[in-house]
């Protein structure tokens, strides 16, 4: 069992910048790829980025690619989404999710934990 809780989310700008972490409960965190998703209103929720094991491998939607990082400090159980460049268009509530593989996994299916999710709003 993994719990999830993300933090990090506001109110910015257009062309600022935010770093959501997400704290994971449990001692086999580094067991876990980790992903970022999003959801807007009335939207169906989308993959943002994935991190494997290490962080050696990182995925990132083709609408965030350059402007996000995602990275993992398995010591502290934390993931990191880095968002930088930020548009009106990235506002929606930000998950952190779980998949119980060591590989980097693109998509929804697979992930098995989800945080509660953390709201993200840009202004132009």
């Known amino acids: 069992q993994v719990q999830l809780v993300e933090s990090g989310g506001g109110l910015v700008q257009a062309g600022g910048s935010l770093r959501l972490s997400c704290a994971a409960s449990?001692?086999?965190?580094?067991?876990?790829?980790m992903g970022w998703f999003r959801q807007a209103p009335g939207k169906e929720r989308e993959f943002v980025a994935a991190?494997?094991?290490?962080?050696?491998?990182?995925i990132y939607a083709d609408s965030v690619k350059g402007r996000f990082s995602i990275s993992r400090d398995n010591a502290k159980n934390t993931v990191y989404l880095q968002m930088n460049s930020l548009k009106p268009e990235d506002t929606a509530v930000y998950y952190c999710?779980?998949?119980?593989?060591?590989?980097?996994?693109?998509?929804?299916?697979?992930?098995?934990?989800w945080g509660q999710g953390t709201q993200v709003t840009v202004s132009s």
């Open positions: 999710a779980a998949a119980p593989t060591r590989r980097v996994v693109l998509g929804t299916v697979g992930y098995v934990y």
């Open positions: 449990g001692r086999t965190f580094s067991s876990y790829c």
């Open positions: 991190t494997s094991w290490d962080g050696g491998t990182t």
